[in-house]
Structure formats: structure tokens, C-alpha cells
């Protein structure tokens, strides 16, 4: 009952604004809406005193069926609002492309076909708050506000340091640096044990070490899961060899590139959460990895697997095999009291919870991540009632409780919105790394984050999940170490994050009826799908990354006006339908690595609720983008635009965009200037950019001059440039807290405002010309730069 309660919150919260009102005004359906409001508001009272009762499966499927209904209600009355501004502002421009797939409607009709759907659904919703009354549910005059704050307890002591499991580490770092123990092959370390155990904890203990990383070229982490296809495990394996992603798609070319990134290097190589107990399949793996370390220099070479399965861990007759056991109950109240108390030796000031958290530790029967998990829904809780509930739980008195079972209290405590948010995350395959911002698109896409401030970006309240999420122990951070990521207050959309196999299967059992029209997530489709199915006309969300479709029919969107999120990454389509350009609701549009995409649709402006685009094309430029009219943009990332020669000027001009980032675009040469005329039109339009960062642009010589209006810029990244110096006027303002230069050979001094920046972060690595001046050994203009928490001066990587 939560997560509908949280849509009411969330869709109430939405037609509340301003915006929506005034689109209410227009088409003359402002009482209608207002009638529907009032009606959903009680219903919401029903659902708040519902959340902890038991209601009626019928009665609330047929709730949820009309909250769903309503929203499509109000979605269409958006679409149909944005349609008509488009056709005003571009007239008989883009007339055809709409006529072509039959988007115009008579304005009359429309709101009377509108407001009859708006009374039919106010009597539905009567029927069933009369329903509610006959069934005792009380109603509530005063509903409670839920007000979301950040994550409290993420920046306290070292919670997140592993406990126990050194002996373990020990003695597999010491058949690490064992020479190889058998001629023509590469040592297989395997541990194995039950989920929640901290096996793969304990493989990234191993992993950070200082000795391992010494001792090995390079190091590279995959996460495989139920996915043991050989092409698919050895893309990932190349994508974590390097910093640029693999651009080819046949298996013989990916195994031709893994032997020149590995030829000469002794790698370590973990395989993590690894289920498949084909022998062939092994082999096959074994043999392409063989052949890549085929040289003297890559002896020593080893790979680790973490399991469940004894039988995937001895699959080879060689490998060394690592059987965790349980915590000791010492080890597994450490983990408990680390993340039930926000202060180190907190628990001595309440021995009265001490002695009740003992017994929630024993219970937990040695496992890590129960520990974690029950501790970090009791951080902060003085309440004594509240930890002995958890104790006399029915759960642990289950014959068949599980694991699983025991973690559902911890998903009991969550908010009716993170509830929701955590159901959701279920809907994409077991193991799945989330990049942050794909996540919150995700969310946004089906309506479930809403921010109750003016000022607060949406996107803000995303991250605030996540990191409630991962303070709950329900998520992991994948990719960095965590305290990268704490470091980072606004995580980039290239950081990940996982969910625990067991605590993706609770995800699972909680997402109670999910209507798969309105979520399509089939990665891998190789088949072409019947598009004109009425299934797709109200899906919200369609994710097919990694699709081996070359061709699209081009009216396969024509009837997904709701479409919110479209993820087509990593697909070989040579071109995107025409039909993309009729999406006005898309926030979300992903074509990183589609390599063979040589060009855009023109009209692509119309996508006029686009605020994240990831995209990667052939194109020598972004004309046919017209970026300049994506006006609620807050997110470019462009990578691997390896032809493309510059960028427009136009992007300077876009008052909501947050964050640019630019990667692998090679002969990217220069940022176009706007003309004399634009120059006097822009001069006071100051910008919204907070994060900047291009790597990888060889030819590129000077930061673009639209950056002299950023004066709320917070992190700029360079590398791999030829730039030379700063220009004199940056940075314009003291908000600059985060400043990375990696491989800037030409660059040779920092900018000349230094001494009122207040940097949390730099780091210089790989620029000799700055290294000269600023290494903290002999360089003359030390003194400069060192004052900031994080400061580092390195020559080499």
C-alpha cells in the first residue's frame, strides 16, 4: 500500500505546480481537476492508515488500478499541452512529422473526452473511499507529512571498514604473490559460501590492497552473475582493462583486443558472483585469456571468482578454494554496533540496547550483511521498544525463514517512497550495475521522486535516495571506493551501484503486481517486436540496452507518447527512427556506445522534456541536434564522438544544464564562439553549470569562452588535452571546489586566481610542466596550492 500511497503523494505534488495549472487553465478543465485533487487527497488519508493494517487484496488492487488511471489522466493532458506549444513555436516546420503519425486532435474534443475521463474517475474513486469506510479504515483530516532529509548517518565514523575475514585475505594475498603453480595456465582462487557471508568484501579487500596492486599490471573487476555468455563476459572485461569502451561487436575482434590490452602485463582478474557450472564455457574463457597473457611477462598472472556454488568453485580441478564461514559473534556485533550507532563506543552510553543488540547478533547466526542491515535501520533509535521488536520479531521463528525473510523488516522501515524506489530497482536483471544518474532517471521516469521545494533540483532528491538506500545497507557502491564517492557530494553518472543478490531477491517479492506496460526492460532483444501493440501506449520506461537490431521501423515510438526513458547504450543501430522526434515526454535518452550510429534525425528538438542525453555518434558535429533548443537540459554526456570537430556555441547557451561531460571525443578541436550579435544577447546570461570535465580530446587547446558565465561551477576535470593556461578570467567566482588535471603536457601553470579558491580537492598527474612548479619537493610555487583536505602532485600515474 505504500508505494501507492507515495504515487498520490508524488502525482498530487505534480499537478499542484504552477506549470500545471496554468496547462489546467488553458483547456478549461480547471474545476474538473480540481474535483479529482480533493478526491485523491482523502483517498491518500485512506492509504496513510492502511500502510501497517491488513486491507483487502481486491480493494487494493482496484485502488491502485485507479491511482495508475488517474496519472495517465493528467500525463495526457502534459502531452497534449507540450504537442500544441510545438506546433506553435515551429508551425508548419514540423506539421508533417506530426500528421505522419496522426498526432493532432481536435482541441474541443479533446476536453470534452478529457473531463467525461476526470468525472467517471472521481466516481470511482468515491466508490472505492466508500468501500474504505465499510471496511473500518479510519480517515485522516490531517495526513502526516513525510519530509525527506539527506541521509544522516553516512558521513559519521568509518562504518563502511570491512571486520574480520583477515585471515582469509592473508592467505589468499599470499597464493597472490605465488609464482604460477601450474605450466600453461592462470591460477583460479575461488570463494565460495552462502549469500551474505561478505565474499565479495572480502574479494574487494584483496582488490584494494597495496600489496596486489604492486604486485599485478592491472587489475580489472566484472561482475557476472547468471551472465556467462563468453562475448558478453569478455566485453565487460575489456570495458574494466581500459577507460575507453570496446567499439566492436564480434567475438574474434574482442578476443583479438583483450590480447593486445593484456600482452605483456600480469593481470588479476575478479569474476564476481559467479553462477555458471558450464565446463566448455570455462574453458573457452580460460583458453582467450591465455592467449592474451601468452608471453613470459604475463606469468603470475591469477583470476579470482567469488560463488555460491562449491560446484562452480572446484570447476577447475587446480583452483585453490576459499570456504567462508559465519562471523565469530564478536566479529558480527562490530558490524552491528558500527551501523547501529552513529559515534564510535556510542553503545557503552546505552548498555540497556547493547545487551538487546547482542541478542539481535545472535540471531543474525554469523552473517555480515544482516548485521549491517538491521544496524542500520536502528542508527540513531534510543528507543528500547523499538530494538526489543526487532528482537522478538516473528521472523527469526520461521522454520523457513531465510535470510530473506529476516531482511524484509529492514524493507518494513523504509518510507512508502524509498519503498518504492527499492521495488523498483527489481525491475532490471539480477546483478545489474545502476549508474547513479540512470537510476534517478528511472525513478523520474515512473513518477516517484518529487521535490517539495522550489529550489531543490529533483535530481538532488534522487541522489538522497540513493545514498538512504546505501546508508540502509539495501545498496552497495560499485566502482569507486566509497569514500570517493562521499567525497563527490553530487555523484557523476558514471558511478554505480549494486543490489546484494538476497536483497535483490526481497526487491522481487516486493514489487506487487508490476504492469509490464508501463516497464519494458529486454536487454539483448534480437528479435523485432510487434510495435504497433497496444502495449506500448502507455510504457514509461523502455531499457534494451545492448539490442542487435540494426534497423528500427520508424514509426516504432509513434504510440509511446508517455515514454520517459529510452536506453538504447551499447546497440548497433546504424539509424534511430524518425518517430524518436515525436517523444515530448522523454527526460531520458541513452545512446552511449552506438557506434555505428552515423547521424541524428532532424527535429530531434522536439524532445522538449529531454534533461539527460548520453550520446555517442559519428557525426562531425551537432547541427542536426539544434541543442540549442533543448531547454530543459541538465545533463550532456558525450563519448566516443571520435569525427566530431567541435561543439556549437549554443551549448554555452543553456541555462539549465548542470553537468557536461566529454569523453573519448578525439578530434574534438575547439568550442565554437557565438557571434557578435549572440555575444551581446548573452553577455549577462549567467549559466547553471556546476560540473565540467573532458577527457580525452587530444586536439583541444582552450577551454570554451561561454565558461566566463559559469559562475556556479563546483568541479572541473581536464586530461588528455593540449591545453596551455587558463585564461585569464577563470575561474570568475570562488565556488570551484574540486579541480583534476591528468596528461596536460602543454599546460604549465594553474589559473592565477588561486590564492581565493577554496579547493576541497586537486590533484595534478601526469603534466610535467605543472609537476615542475608544484611538486611539493622542489616545486617553487608550492606554497600556492597546498592548503585544501586533498592535494596531490603526482608526475606519474
Not at 264 to 286: E, M, S
Request: aromatic share 10%; proline share 3%; net charge negative.
Amino acid at each position: 500500500m505504500a508505494d501507492v500511497s507515495s504515487m498520490i503523494t508524488t502525482l498530487l505534488g505534480n499537478v499542484e505546480t504552477k506549470y500545471f495549472q496554468d496547462i489546467a487553465l488553458i483547456f478549461g478543465l480547471k474545476d474538473e481537476l480540481k474535483e479529482l485533487q480533493i478526491s485523491m487527497g482523502v483517498l491518500s488519508s485512506f492509504l496513510f492508515d492502511t500502510e501497517n493494517k491488513h486491507a483487502d487484496n481486491m480493494w487494493w488492487t482496484d485502488v491502485r488500478k485507479a491511482v495508475d488511471d488517474a496519472r495517465l489522466i493528467f500525463e495526457e493532458i502534459e502531452y497534449e499541452a507540450k504537442r500544441n506549444a510545438l506546433v506553435k513555436v515551429h508551425g508548419s516546420i514540423h506539421t508533417k512529422i506530426f500528421q505522419f503519425f496522426s498526432c493532432f486532435r481536435n482541441p474541443d474534443a479533446f476536453r470534452i473526452k478529457i473531463a467525461n475521463r476526470i468525472h467517471d474517475m472521481i466516481q470511482k474513486l468515491n466508490e472505492l473511499l466508500s468501500q474504505g469506510r465499510e471496511r473500518g479504515i479510519i480517515e485522516h483530516v490531517n495526513t502526516p507529512t513525510r519530509e525527506l532529509t539527506p541521509a544522516k548517518n553516512l558521513y559519521t565514523w568509518d562504518r563502511f571498514k570491512p571486520v574480520g575475514r583477515l585471515e582469509e585475505k592473508e592467505e589468499i594475498i599470499k597464493l597472490l604473490m605465488r609464482q604460477q603453480s601450474h605450466a600453461n595456465n592462470i591460477d583460479m582462487i575461488s570463494i565460495v559460501g552462502i549469500g551474505g557471508l561478505g565474499k565479495t568484501t572480502l574479494a574487494q579487500m584483496i582488490y584494494n590492497d597495496d600489496r596486489v596492486k604492486e604486485q599485478f599490471n592491472m587489475l580489472m573487476w566484472v561482475c557476472v552473475s547468471y551472465d556467462f555468455d563468453l562475448r558478453n563476459l569478455i566485453r565487460k572485461i575489456i570495458n574494466a582493462a581500459s577507460i575507453y569502451n570496446d567499439k566492436g561487436f564480434s567475438l574474434q575482434h574482442m578476443v583479438s583486443l583483450l590480447n593486445e590490452m593484456l600482452h605483456g602485463k600480469r593481470f588479476l582478474l575478479v569474476l564476481d558472483d559467479v553462477w555458471n557450472q558450464d565446463y566448455q564455457k570455462w574453458v573457452q574463457l580460460i583458453s582467450s585469456l591465455l592467449e592474451a597473457g601468452s608471453d613470459a611477462k604475463s606469468e603470475g598472472s591469477k583470476i579470482i571468482v567469488t560463488t555460491r556454488s562449491k560446484d562452480v568453485a572446484s570447476i577447475d580441478r587446480n583452483a585453490h578454494i576459499i570456504e567462508l564461514q559465519p562471523l565469530s559473534e564478536d566479529e558480527c556485533w562490530k558490524v552491528f554496533a558500527k551501523f547501529a550507532f552513529e559515534e564510535e563506543n556510542e553503545e557503552d552510553k546505552y548498555p540497556w540496547l547493547k545487551q538487546i543488540g547482542k541478542e539481535i547478533v545472535e540471531k543474525c547466526e554469523g552473517l555480515p550483511l544482516a548485521a549491517e542491515v538491521f544496524g542500520s535501520f536502528l542508527c540513531g533509535n534510543h528507543h528500547e521498544m523499538d530494538w526489543q521488536d526487532i528482537k522478538d520479531a516473528e521472523i527469526w521463528e520461521l522454520e523457513d525463514r531465510g535470510l530473506l525473510s529476516s531482511l524484509k523488516r529492514s524493507y518494513n522501515h523504509l518510507s512508502p517512497i524509498l519503498k518504492q524506489c527499492f521495488s523498483y530497482c527489481s525491475c532490471f536483471p539480477k546483478g545489474y550495475e545502476y549508474t547513479v544518474t540512470d537510476l534517478i532517471m528511472f525513478w523520474m521516469a515512473h513518477g516517484l521522486l518529487q521535490s517539495t521545494h522550489e529550489r531543490r533540483h529533483v535530481e538532488d532528491i534522487g541522489r538522497w535516495y540513493i545514498m538512504d538506500l546505501i546508508s540502509s545497507s539495501l545498496l552497495q557502491i560499485q566502482g569507486l571506493s566509497f569514500y570517493d564517492f562521499l567525497h563527490l557530494e553530487n555523484p557523476m553518472p558514471y558511478e554505480k551501484v549494486k543490489m546484494h543478490g538476497l536483497l535483490y531477491g526481497l526487491a522481487k517479492s516486493t514489487m506487487k503486481e508490476l504492469d509490464e506496460t508501463r516497464t519494458i526492460v529486454s536487454p539483448w532483444l534480437k528479435e523485432e517486436w510487434k510495435w504497433a501493440s497496444k502495449k506500448f501506449n502507455s510504457v514509461k520506461a523502455l531499457h534494451l540496452q545492448h539490442m542487435e537490431l540494426k534497423i528500427l521501423p520508424d514509426d516504432c515510438f509513434a504510440n509511446m507518447k508517455l515514454l520517459r526513458y529510452l536506453n538504447l547504450g551499447d546497440c548497433i543501430l546504424e539509424k534511430l527512427p524518425i518517430s524518436i522526434c515525436t517523444l515530448q515526454n522523454l527526460q531520458f535518452l541513452n545512446l552511449h556506445r552506438c557506434y555505428n550510429l552515423q547521424e541524428l534525425p532532424k527535429n530531434m528538438e522536439n524532445l522538449v522534456s529531454l534533461q539527460v542525453l548520453f550520446l555517442t555518434v559519428n557525426a562531425i558535429n551537432l547541427s542536426s541536434l539544434n541543442i540549442g533548443r533543448f531547454q530543459q537540459l541538465k545533463t550532456l554526456f558525450l563519448l566516443d564522438c571520435v569525427n566530431l570537430l567541435s561543439l556549437p556555441a549554443a551549448i554555452g547557451c543553456l541555462s539549465t544544464l548542470r553537468k557536461l561531460l566529454i569523453y573519448g571525443c578525439d578530434e574534438l578541436m575547439n568550442f565554437e564562439d557565438e557571434d557578435e550579435e549572440e555575444k551581446q544577447h548573452v553577455e549577462d546570461h549567467y549559466l547553471n553549470l556546476e560540473v565540467l570535465e573532458i577527457v580525452g580530446s587530444h586536439k583541444l587547446e582552450a577551454l570554451p569562452n561561454w565558461l566566463k558565465r559559469a559562475g556556479k561551477l563546483e568541479s572541473l576535470r581536464i586530461a588528455g588535452t593540449r591545453i596551455k593556461s587558463f585564461p585569464e578570467w577563470f575561474p570568475i567566482s570562488s565556488s570551484l571546489e574540486r579541480l583534476d588535471i591528468y596528461s596536460c603536457p602543454k599546460l604549465s601553470s594553474l589559473p592565477i586566481a588561486m590564492d581565493r579558491l577554496h579547493l576541497r580537492h586537486l590533484e595534478i598527474v601526469d603534466c610535467p610542466k605543472l609537476w615542475a612548479r608544484y611538486n611539493k619537493h622542489t616545486g617553487p610555487d608550492v606554497h600556492k596550492i597546498y592548503r585544501g583536505p586533498h592535494c596531490k602532485v603526482d608526475y606519474y600515474y
